[in-house]
């Protein structure tokens, strides 16, 4: 798997038409020439595509009071995920920890918030806990709406049992893994931008004509020769040894 260098990126085809470009938008962030980039759908600004959502959190750290609440005395396992604007990550390792109230069932247990993840439209906003029952059991959906990164997550009652189980796929990169366009020339934040498609592009040197493209999943808006985590569309292909023909993903 290598990753595509850019050099002096930017439009070969002369005069690409109106069907092979789209303008109008903001930039939600700066864009380097020859960037793969996405439309995202809740503010209407272009991102920098990336081939790789988050990924799931390390297992969580967790803590427990003697008093304050009404969780059973007993053992417990937790598994967090990371919620970005795209979706959700798949859950963590488990962690695990026993509770005894200073008198019977009287205990609270916190999940202590994981570390931030992500930037820009890809970035982790809050994070789910999944928690099995006093010893053991399915792991179940404990705050519905997720709770703010750097906010830790309380657990002052027994944890319910009929909420959603731990998703067994990666849905946070479902939008910033899809390629609307590439921008020929740098942008500020801020600036409308324009995006083309079905196109050439000077894009590198030495580069092996016939190659095919995907998005890149360590540098958004980079393009790699091998299909990466979320980067499974052909978003181009190598036509000379300084130029590639782009498209968008779907």
């Known amino acids: 798997m290598t990753a595509i260098t850019r050099s002096n990126a930017g439009l070969a085809t002369l005069t690409p038409g109106p069907e092979h470009s789209i303008s109008g938008y903001l930039a939600g962030e700066d864009l380097s020439a020859g960037s793969g980039c996405y439309i995202k759908s809740s503010d209407g600004k272009v991102y920098k595509s990336l081939g790789l959502g988050l990924s799931a959190p390390d297992a969580p750290n967790l803590t427990t009071a003697t008093s304050g609440g009404t969780v059973d005395d007993g053992f417990y396992g937790i598994k967090i995920t990371y919620v970005n604007a795209n ?3 798949v859950a963590s390792e488990a962690g695990f920890i026993t509770a005894k109230g200073a008198s019977a069932n009287q205990s609270t247990i916190t999940v202590v918030s994981p570390a931030a993840a992500g930037s820009s439209g890809n970035a982790a906003t809050k994070y ?3 928690m099995t029952p006093k010893n053991g059991g399915p792991y179940k959906l404990q705050n519905t709406t997720g709770t ?3 906010t830790n997550f309380t657990l002052s009652a027994p944890p319910v049992t ?3 189980t731990p998703p067994t796929s990666n849905s946070t990169g479902a939008v910033s893994a899809r390629v609307d366009g590439f921008v020929a020339k740098d942008y500020l934040s801020g ?3 324009t995006l083309h498609s ?3 592009f000077n894009y590198g040197t030495s580069l092996t004509p016939g190659t095919l493209l995907y998005l890149d999943d360590t540098t958004a808006g980079a393009l790699n020769d091998t ?3 979320l980067g499974t569309a052909v978003v181009g292909v190598v036509t000379t040894a300084t130029t590639v ?3 968008r993903s779907y």
Request: charged residues 20%; contains cysteine; proline residues 4%.
């Open 245 to 247: 023909y782009v498209k």
């Open 148 to 150: 703010n990164i750097g």
């Open 227 to 229: 299909p990466t985590a």
């Open 198 to 200: 079905g196109v050439e």
């Open 87 to 89: 979706g959700e990550s």
């Open 191 to 193: 600036r409308a931008c």
């Open 162 to 164: 009929n909420t959603a």
């Open 128 to 130: 789910k806990v999944y």
